[in-house]
């Protein structure tokens, strides 16, 4: 029996080989590439930090005969409870109002009274004022709040309430109080003429509000 002769294998062509290499070469640079993606390496840092905001809120600080708390007493004749008024006669006090804080604000005043025989009324103006700015003259009578104390139809009435009355730096254009405004304010209080209730009584009550 004759033995097969084995094939002859065929030596690769130069073109095989040229693929070969190029097939081993872009093998070999995706491993380079995909080991690349995994290493880790160090990078540069700089942070540059900001110095600390603080605030202060400002102060609003009203001072009205140099008090704030309330029930702040008037000078002169109507620090204390005015007794033995006699038709015509009248009684005066001053407070001195003052922006002591460190905000400018606005200043607005409100009255309520009592007065059920109708016999009292009263004359409430500006009279003196120092700081940033201030008025021209003096007095000056401010609006709803009478403007004499020598009739008594000038006054306003202890009993007709007035709400919110605005007290000016320095005129109806100007409301604002400037930090180092200091105004004095004078109130007479007058028992009318007309007046025919004898022991008649009558309170009055002025409270300001300053807003900033």
Not at 108 to 125: E, L, Q
């Amino acid at each position: 029996m004759c033995a097969t002769a084995s094939p002859t294998r065929r030596a690769p062509s130069r073109l095989q080989r040229r693929l070969t290499r190029s097939l081993l070469t872009a093998t070999a640079l995706g491993a380079v590439a995909s080991a690349a993606i995994f290493t880790t390496h160090a990078t540069f840092t700089d942070q540059v930090t900001m110095a600390q905001v603080q605030v202060t809120g400002g102060t609003l600080d009203l001072k009205a005969n140099g008090g704030d708390g309330p029930n702040q007493a008037w000078t002169g004749t109507l620090s204390a409870a005015v007794t033995n008024m006699a038709p015509g006669d009248t009684q005066l006090g001053t407070v001195q109002v003052t922006n002591s804080g460190n905000l400018p604000f606005t200043l607005r005043t409100s009255t309520t009274g009592t007065d059920a025989s109708g016999c009292f009324g009263y004359w409430f103006r500006e009279t003196a004022a120092t700081g940033a700015t201030k008025g021209a003259t003096f007095p000056t009578s401010v609006t709803n709040l009478g403007s004499s104390a020598a009739t008594d139809g000038a006054t306003a009435p202890f009993a007709t309430a007035v709400t919110n009355q605005p007290l000016y730096d320095v005129s109806a254009t100007d409301l604002v109080w400037e930090t180092d405004d200091v105004k004095t304010f004078t109130l007479t209080v007058r028992m009318k003429n007309s007046c025919t209730t004898n022991g008649a009584s009558g309170a009055l009550d002025f409270a300001f509000n300053a807003t900033q």
